[in-house]
C-alpha cells in the first residue's frame, strides 16, 4: 500500500494524471469519431442539402442566362413597335 501512495506522490508532482485524463478524454474522443463515422442518421440530410444547392445554383445560372439575353429581345421589340404605325382609322372599302 504503501508503493501505491509512493507512485501516487511521484505522479502527482510529475505531473502525469493530467497526461493520464487527457489520454483517456482523446480515446473517448476517438471513440465518439468511430461511432459517428458508421451512424447513417445524418447521410440523408446532407444528400438533401448537397442536391437542394445543386438546384438552386442550376435555376440562379439558368436564370443569368436568360436574363441577358431577355435584354437584345426586348431593345428589338421596343425597337419594332417604335417605328410601326398604328392606323386609328379605316380606309374606304376595308373591313375587319
Not at 18 to 24: F, K
Not at 26 to 52: H, P, S, Y
Not at 58 to 87: H, N, P, R
Request: glycine fraction near 12%.
Amino acid at each position: 500500500q504503501s508503493l501505491a501512495i509512493l507512485m501516487g506522490y511521484v505522479f502527482e508532482k510529475l505531473g502525469l494524471y493530467q497526461i493520464e485524463r487527457g489520454r483517456e478524454t482523446m480515446i473517448k474522443f476517438l471513440q465518439a469519431l468511430r461511432n459517428m463515422r458508421k451512424d447513417e442518421d445524418g447521410a440523408v440530410t446532407v444528400d438533401w442539402v448537397v442536391l437542394t444547392a445543386a438546384v438552386v445554383s442550376f435555376g440562379m445560372l439558368v436564370g443569368a442566362v436568360i436574363w441577358g439575353q431577355t435584354g437584345g429581345l426586348s431593345k428589338t421589340i421596343a425597337d419594332y413597335l417604335g417605328t410601326t404605325e398604328v392606323a386609328t382609322t379605316f380606309a374606304a372599302g376595308e373591313s375587319l
